[in-house]
């Protein structure tokens, strides 16, 4: 078990750093942020729409119940969500959770969407396991869109660290072509 978590943690991060190329809720649930963020990422080129996007998922982002919002990245993340298309409006939001697992987070954003965003996981939820210290759970506004939220929840000292990658596309954005049978992995997934 502790093989198969390590390479399926391996193998995401490989794919979300190599840029997405592959060949191949409760309804209930408050919004927990802060409209508070900066860009991530220069956004030159971006029109207003984009920015205004990116921000309305961050301020909309639900995170598990007693997650505490914190300005600066509390934890240093192993890996990073590559939007692939431009231009793009990004933004990011962090919390920490006390007394949770990786898998116990991850598996609350999974069950609980952000905005009217659908989720890019598939299969099993993730089970408790002791050396599980990250895990990525996507958000798009509708299949094999390029934008929405990726969060990662990695361990942290006293239970979890969350960050939320948003990513709004511009009305001009373009997207790098692919080799022939190559497609952009969802958000989330690699």
Known sequence: MRRRSALILSLSALLVLTGCATGAGDDGAAPTSEPT???????????????????????????????VRVADSPTSFHSYQGWPCRPVA????????????VAGAANWLRENPTA???????GSPWEEDPNLDGVLVGYIPADESQQGIVYTVSKAESGVAIRAEVAALGASATCPSLAPGEMWGKPGQG
């Open 116 to 122: 009217d965003l659908v989720s890019t996981a598939g």
């Open 90 to 101: 990004e933004l990011e939001g962090y919390w920490t959770l006390a007394d949770s697992t």
């Open 37 to 67: 963020a900066s860009p991530s990422v220069e956004t030159s080129g971006v029109d207003a729409a984009a920015e205004q996007q990116a921000q309305a998922w961050l301020d909309a982002a639900v995170v598990p119940p007693g997650a």
